[in-house]
């Protein structure tokens, strides 16, 4: 639900760079079906780059969360310095079609109009799934990224540099 007044509002919020470990860039769905062991799908695939679609879905989901007056995805167009950036780096988005998906993540939220220090937290997510097919798995997917964007929308709407 969009957010009413708040501090965000009139902010330009910039989303990126978002870094993905080297085993999940790609466009093949890599699950995890034993603790050391990965599976890259033969034949379920990502629409378009994952790195690509998970900001795209970020700032979506903060512009409805925050009420801010714009978000950009990095890099940022010419002449449309955010005010404020967050950063992401994945450490692990995977799952196991009728079992759960993990969202392990550290986002760092910065005011670019100032010099102030950044913050830095860690999400951490599971999502439970049924079994099927990769369809539960997206959508177990798509709750723990509603779950990062909620945390990061929290961090902003109460951010005092």
Known sequence: EPATANTATDAI??????ALPGYLDRLQIVTRPAPNRLRVSDFERWAGPLGD???RVLADNLKTL???RGVSVFPWPVGQRPDLAVSIVVHAFEGVAGDRVALRATATLRDLRTKTAPLIWDVHDEQTTVPGDCEALGAAQSRAMAALSR???EKVLSFNP
């Open 66 to 68: 925050t009420g801010a």
């Open 53 to 55: 679609d998970m900001l």
């Open 13 to 18: 919020i910039g989303v990126g760079p978002l």
């Open 151 to 153: 945390s990061i929308a």
